[in-house]
Structures are given as structure tokens and as C-alpha cells.
């Protein structure tokens, strides 16, 4: 029975590039030299610091055009609040999203069964499986998921006939 994965998994390899990048752009530019400014990645995590939140804002500019540059949508990135530490110094977390939550595999899950389509839709951790006879469908319900659900990064794998 022919079958797709719809995940939610970013390039993490990329990420990793990319935020070495931005490291390496801070290091280097004028207006960041004598400050706390920096960004780091520990699991899946992405921590900016910076001594006031507009350089917050200012390397998480770069860092969305490293991204983007290395085909790694944004829209993984799951901004946290600005949090004060130890005397000037700010940071913000920004978590890499991996993985489809329960609430948005439901929601998706829902969507497949209130098209009539003949498919069936069966979440298996963070994956949804969609199965169908036809192929058509299965192509039918990724437009159909791509047009619903704009604002999550998800990708298709794992399709078989």
C-alpha cells in the first residue's frame, strides 16, 4: 500500500554551519569588537548573548541570513524570551524545533480524515504516516498538509508505492 512520512526535521549539519558562520561574522565585525556578543549551539538549542537587546536582535539577523543562505528554513527556529543575566549581559534561547509535536500531528491527522479522501493517517511518535491505494491521493494530501499547515516547516519522506 503505497505510503509517505510527513517529519518535521531540520538539517542539523547546516545549522551547525550556520551558526559557525555567524560566530566567525560577530568575531569580525566592527561594531560587535569589545562587547559580550556571541551565539552558540549545545542540543538543539541555539543561545545568543549580547550586552544590550538590540545586539540580540542584530545577530539574530545574521543568523537568519546564514540559514537561509544554507537552505534551512527559519521557520525552525523557535524564539524564547529575552532573560538578564549577571550585571549588563542579556541572552535568549532559541530552540531548533525537531520532530512534529502531538497537538500539530493531531491537527494534521484531522485535516487528512475531513478531506474524504480515502487515506488513512496514523501518528507514530513524531512522524505522521499517511497511507492510501492511490497514489494520487497520497500527492492530493501533501498539497492539502503544505496549504494547511503554512507556518510548520514539514517535509515528506519515506514515500512508497
Known amino acids: 500500500m503505497p505510503s509517505f512520512d510527513t517529519v518535521c526535521e531540520p538539517n542539523l549539519p547546516e545549522v551547525r554551519n550556520a551558526i559557525d558562520n ?8 566592527f561594531d560587535f569588537k ?4 556571541a ?3 549545545k ?3 541555539i543561545t545568543l548573548l549580547g550586552d544590550a537587546e538590540f545586539q540580540l536582535v542584530q545577530i539574530e539577523d545574521i543568523l537568519r541570513n546564514k540559514l537561509t ?3 534551512v528554513d527559519v521557520r ?17 534561547v532559541i530552540k531548533v524545533r525537531s520532530g512534529i509535536e502531538s497537538e500539530q500531528a493531531k491537527k494534521i491527522q484531522r ?24 497514489r494520487d491521493d497520497l500527492q492530493a494530501a ?20
Not at 22 to 29: A, G, Y
Open 76 to 92: 525552525f527556529l523557535d524564539k524564547g524570551a529575552v532573560q538578564k543575566i549577571g550585571g549588563d549581559k542579556v541572552k535568549q
Open 34 to 37: 569589545g562587547t559580550a556578543a
Open 111 to 134: 485535516a487528512i480524515k475531513d478531506s474524504k479522501m480515502k487515506l488513512q493517517a496514523a501518528i507514530q511518535g513524531e512522524v505522521v504516516r499517511v497511507s492510501g491505494a492511490k
Open 22 to 29: 555567524t560566530s566567525k561574522e560577530i568575531t569580525t565585525r
Open 39 to 41: 551565539v552558540e549551539l
Open 43 to 45: 542540543d538543539k538549542e
Open 142 to 161: 501533501m498539497a492539502l498538509i503544505k496549504k494547511q499547515f503554512p507556518d510548520l516547516p514539514l517535509s515528506f519522506n519515506n514515500f512508497r508505492d
Open 69 to 71: 543562505k544554507r537552505s
